[in-house]
């Protein structure tokens, strides 16, 4: 029996008649334990909700701050970063990414990372769940293509890393862009195909020498006079 109730019984038997145990009277005990029961049963419910409430705001403040603050380190980063889940379904991705395929604001961005890497989908795919870990070598660094919303193509150095294990894991996807260093290196051999061509069309033979006396250039022409092999000028002969 609770000891609220039992107390309460015994107050009432101390003030009964003789005739015994007044039943209304204790009815009206009864009544009023589990009242009060009820009453400190609320206040403990409304004090357990109370502070549930008050911990799940400091939860969502808390977690706010750390997406805040992990937001911050994916923007200040200079490359491109995508976080995907297994599948290669994105998650989020900072400010570098996004310039580099073109997202904006009125621009949604694409669902799979694969949209971004076509060279990397198979037309066979189709809707199928293809996990990244399956295609790419993870933790190396390869030379491809991100598509931009525009259409073009844009040269970059991607690195793909797991976090996480199992069903659970996801993967980082790291994107530096090698667009200008791809336009200088074509830049510089359309120079280089000009200037070959220019000394192979020379009527004088012509020989490059560093300081060691090896070989580091000349033209058909020389080869022509001296009667070389071609093998024997291949490399940087002395």
Known sequence: MHPLLERQIAKARETATDDGLDVDA?????????????????????????????MARVDARL????????????????????????FGRLQTQNGSFEHLAGATDTVV?????????PDMAREDWGHQEVEVDAVIDIGKTRETT????SGERIAVNLTVTQMGRGDERGFLWLVHDISEIKKREQAL????????????????????????????AHNKRLVEIWDLPDALMDGEPS
């Open 26 to 54: 204790l009815l009206d005990l009864v009544s009023e334990t589990y009242t009060a029961n009820d009453r400190q049963k609320r206040d403990g419910e409304r004090a357990y909700e109370s502070v549930s409430r008050e």
């Open 63 to 86: 977690k706010e701050e750390a997406d805040a603050r992990f937001r911050t380190l994916l923007n200040v980063a200079g490359d491109g970063i995508a976080l995907t889940d297994r």
């Open 109 to 117: 961005p694409m669902s799979e990372i694969w949209q971004y890497f």
């Open 146 to 149: 991100l598509l931009h919303v």
């Open 189 to 216: 051999a359309k120079t280089m195909a000009v200037l070959r061509a220019t000394l192979d069309n020379m009527e004088q033979g012509l020989i490059l020498i560093d300081r060691d006396l090896n070989v580091i």
